[in-house]
């Protein structure tokens, strides 16, 4: 019992930044309260003392704003971060080191018994507000976005985000998104920029058009390069004049400020050539 109360103290150092001491964690994370009663009331309704079960969460919802149904199944290193109206169901399964921020609700779907809520594997990240319901199963290490609504399974390892969820970063991809994100990060620096906040562990669908339409322009200057040096190698007179080179006074009225390369002149400007 003991040592499962220093791992649940040891999971919240880990994961939560404003922990400064034992003390204040074993006094001011209603989470953790949450779970530990949840612990006796879970053994009591393996028990058949289902009333006093229940009783007992009852109370941990009156003291703490977090109900958890005393047939749950909870993990090690658990944590909910916050935890107000946090909801889990009586047939809900969470795995070790599961994070779960507030306004989570892991539900059911169907008045009908048996299996009607949500597993969650190993290390999966549950945002604030999300609802994941039904017998569902989000896999090991996936994480589920603030405000999500997930009614099917998510693999392990993805991001599911939206209303209803879906998938936007699968395990099998995850590589492949950070490959093309240290190319649009090369990119935005060649021409100057910051890079556009992409990150595989962020999806931004609008940053992520931004990053595509900025491979499509650095993809349409080495088009106009080829051929602009195959028309002057048959004797053409084109692309002899440098475009317009930008330079911070260009941006002056639109707020943006981008980051222009040094160079020996101080006074030298980039040419993203666009």
Request: contains cysteine; proline residues 4%.
């Amino acid at each position: 019992m003991f040592s499962r109360i220093k791992d649940d103290i040891r999971g919240v150092f880990h994961r939560d930044p404003a922990a400064r001491n034992t003390f204040e964690v074993l006094t001011n994370y209603p989470g953790l309260h949450a779970i530990w009663i949840h612990r006796v009331a879970h053994r009591l309704w393996r028990a058949n003392f289902k009333w006093l079960a229940r009783s007992l969460s009852t109370f941990s919802r009156w003291l703490t704003g977090i109900e958890i149904h005393p047939g749950a199944k909870l993990g090690r290193r658990f944590f909910i971060d916050h935890g107000m109206g946090v909801v889990i169901g009586e047939t809900a399964e969470i795995g070790d080191d599961v994070t779960l921020y507030h306004g989570v609700t892991l539900g059911g779907t169907s008045w009908q018994a048996g299996k009607r809520h949500p597993t969650l594997e190993n290390n999966v990240v549950v945002g604030a507000g999300a609802k994941v319901l039904g017998p569902i199963t989000i896999g090991e290490g996936a994480k589920v976005g603030s405000n999500s609504v997930v009614v099917k399974s998510a693999p392990a390892g993805s991001t599911v985000v939206g209303i209803p969820g879906r998938i936007v970063l699968s395990q099998g991809t995850r590589q492949e998104a950070e490959q093309k994100t240290d190319k649009r990060n090369c990119i935005a620096q060649k021409y100057g920029f910051d890079a556009y906040a992409i990150s595989p562990d962020n999806p931004d669908p609008v940053a992520n058009a931004m990053g595509i339409m900025l491979e499509h322009m650095h993809q349409m200057d080495h088009k106009v390069e080829e051929m602009c040096g195959v028309i002057r190698s048959m004797g053409g007179d084109v692309c002899t004049d440098n475009l317009h080179s930008l330079s911070k006074e260009d941006f002056a009225e639109t707020g943006i400020d981008p980051v222009v390369k040094e160079h020996e002149d101080e006074h030298a400007s980039f040419d993203p050539k666009i």
